[in-house]
């Protein structure tokens, strides 16, 4: 519905117009003000989308009606209407932005052509202005989806240097440098938060939201220049924590990992975030990984971060040999520096919940806890530890042999057949039913390339077969084969095939002339 406002300090001129413009602009919504100063208060009431303005009136006229509305609200378009047709009018009406101008008397024909063609300029752009919205929401929407993609190539091992830049691009946000990582763990049944949580990070305006595995949200925070790492931390971590009242925030915790600068960095920083948060019981719900427990004595914090990444990537490979061999050297190496055997179970414990972390994230169920070792010497140490150990590798076991042989054709189908859409890690593994971390890994594993890579492959594909039709514009083959952004589908192109977009298809379209 469209709203107008008629201006005039006669109300017979007011009420004419009014009839004219109800009889042939049924669906209009129609006010009337007697004077500039009446016109002023009623547009900020009443919003009209377009106001017929006299300019001779007592008190405020016309003109300084205009520039004082115009001010408040510049989307509102004037038609100016006056008894005076002199340049000066004329020329001040159209600095103050006035689409139209009408001199009395006036026909009623063209009044009705006036309005009417006001009328399709405000119509054409409020379509526009909708068209604008729906294509930001649906941008809105797959920006979301980049974002967490790009926080699962970041911290779990699998960035592909052709297109993190570019969906980096796409989220519009500078990559900072110094960076850390906050894990948030939910209890279960809590996935409802992921939204609030995310509007959350988004009015904070500084971090990305990763997608929830299991009972962890992992969020990759861009530390603000003249803001300390710990009080940046605090503050988002209370406002996260808001969200939930006091009597419900059993499970809730928030680990919070040191700032690094590289990208290699920020995996350590993902590690450490979850090693703060192994605690949940403590009576703050949030940590920083630096407020730790002191290692035990003869074990440095450098060595200490060398086990932990060497668990991470050993058992995101399935190499539990290895894990077992440095679990032994973990243990010889605290034997052989006198520490005490209380220490050594905590920091074997710590090592074990960092397995456990990984399997979850891999869509592993692990049905019972971890219980501590009630170990009394190093001898029995290594056997609990050892118990432990093969129990986790039991699991991981079993969740394989649930597999069906053929998973990744599953997956690579599913690819091909939703690739015009804004599909992500997080979509395919509830298609698939399987973690999306695990989804990545077995894919880079078998494939050789990430899903990403997969999926542009496919869209690219389908880009080349829609350019052999002439009528199809460029534009159109970004969207129909799921971008978004014409330029971003014209880098992507031009990465995986060596010429633009315009450059294949002219030499396609001329190899066929020759045909």
Avoid at 190 to 213: D, F, H, N, V
Avoid at 355 to 372: A, H, K, N, R, T
Avoid at 452 to 477: N, V, W
Wanted: hydrophobic fraction near 40%.
């Amino acid at each position: 519905m469209i709203k107008l406002l008629v201006v005039d300090d006669e109300q017979i001129e007011r009420d004419a117009l009014q009839v004219i413009l109800e009889r042939n602009f049924p669906g209009l919504i129609i006010k009337q003000a007697k004077n500039g100063r009446t016109a002023v208060e009623a547009a900020a009431e009443f919003q009209p989308d377009l106001v017929m303005m006299d300019i001779q009136m007592p008190g405020m006229n016309g003109l300084d009606a205009i520039e004082k509305i115009n001010h408040d609200f510049p989307h509102i378009k004037f038609i100016m209407i006056t008894a005076y047709a002199t340049f000066n009018y004329a020329h001040s009406a159209l600095k103050l932005g006035v689409i139209d101008y009408m001199v009395k008397p006036t026909k009623v024909r063209d009044i009705v052509e006036t309005v009417g063609k006001a009328l399709n300029q405000i119509k054409e752009q409020q379509r526009l202005k909708e068209a604008d919205k729906e294509k930001q929401e649906t941008l809105q929407k797959a920006m979301s989806v980049f974002e967490t993609d790009v926080v699962t190539q970041l911290l779990f091992d699998h960035v592909h240097e052709v297109h993190l830049h570019e969906l980096v691009d796409m989220l519009n946000m500078e990559m900072i440098e110094e960076k850390f990582v906050m894990s948030v763990m939910l209890p279960p049944g809590s996935e409802s938060y992921y939204s609030a949580i995310r509007e959350k990070i988004r009015k904070a305006g500084s971090g990305w939201l990763g997608a929830l595995y299991g009972r962890q949200l992992p969020i990759i925070v861009f530390k603000k220049q003249g803001q300390s790492h710990r009080s940046q931390a605090t503050l988002l971590a209370k406002e996260i924590l808001k969200l939930v009242q006091s009597d419900e925030d059993a499970g809730w915790f928030i680990g919070i990992g040191s700032v690094y600068r590289s990208l290699e960095e920020i995996r350590q920083s993902y590690q450490e975030s979850l090693l703060a948060a192994r605690d949940l019981s403590l009576p703050v719900k949030y940590r920083f990984y630096s407020d730790l427990p002191t290692l035990a004595p003869g074990f440095d914090e450098h060595t200490s971060k060398q086990y932990e990444k060497q668990f991470f990537d050993y058992i995101r490979s399935g190499d539990w040999e290895e894990v077992q061999t440095i679990m032994n050297d973990l243990i010889d190496g605290y034997e052989k520096d006198g520490s005490e055997l209380l220490q050594t179970q905590q920091r074997l414990m710590e090592m074990l919940w960092i397995i456990s972390q990984v399997l979850s994230e891999m869509g592993v169920e692990i049905d019972s806890p971890l219980y501590p070792f009630k170990a009394t010497d190093y001898r029995q140490l290594r056997a609990e530890a050892s118990h432990v150990l093969e129990r986790l590798h039991q699991y991981s076991q079993k969740h394989d042999e649930k597999l069906e042989a053929n998973t990744i054709q599953q997956i690579k189908q599913y690819i091909i057949e939703h690739a015009y859409q804004d599909i992500s890690l997080e979509e395919i593994g509830k298609v698939i039913g399987l973690s999306p971390i695990y989804i990545s890994k077995i894919f880079k594993e078998q494939l050789g390339v990430n899903y990403i890579h997969f999926l542009t492959e496919c869209r690219i594909e389908k880009a080349k077969k829609l350019m052999r039709d002439p009528e199809k514009s460029l534009k159109e083959i970004t969207f129909e084969v799921g971008y978004h952004d014409p330029n971003y589908f014209s880098k992507v192109f031009k990465k995986m095939c060596q010429s633009s977009p315009t450059e294949y298809r002219k030499n396609l379209l001329e190899n066929k002339k020759l045909v």
